[in-house]
């Protein structure tokens, strides 16, 4: 795989790892936006939820377009799947891979970690939600 196509897959897997999280998005205007990104096309034309602008106007959503979009940043705190991922070997030796490109935590080939929650069942999968939830705490806590 060539370099910019590896860094075009990583740009995607950020993209949509927002999605469902509060930003901030900045328009060619000087226009603020801050809400929770809710949709996003190929042409980066987003739809925000729970919208307030800077000037303090509320809106339940707004359709913003490519083209007045200078930026898109993250309000919330990231989860570091990465960290998770070193925590959870400690429990699971030999068990545990961190994919970077698509930033998961797969536990087993059974569970897998991502920013959205757990997917998996069984008994490992509710071990892993427990130290899941015991790792959260500590980094709420940091």
Known sequence: MSV???ANKRFVAEVNNLIGKEV???LANGDEYRGVLHAIDSQLNIVLLNVVTKSGNKFTKSI????YIIYINSVEKEFDLRGFAKYAEKYFPG???????SNIVLIGDKVRV???GIEGSGPLAE???QI???YAR???AE
């Open 4 to 6: 910019l196509a590896e």
């Open 24 to 26: 901030f998005v900045g």
């Open 64 to 67: 913003l377009f490519s083209r």
């Open 95 to 101: 068990m545990v891979r961190y994919v970077e490109e």
């Open 114 to 116: 991502s920013e959205i």
């Open 127 to 129: 071990r892993v939600k």
């Open 132 to 134: 899941y939830e015991e």
């Open 138 to 140: 500590r980094q709420r």
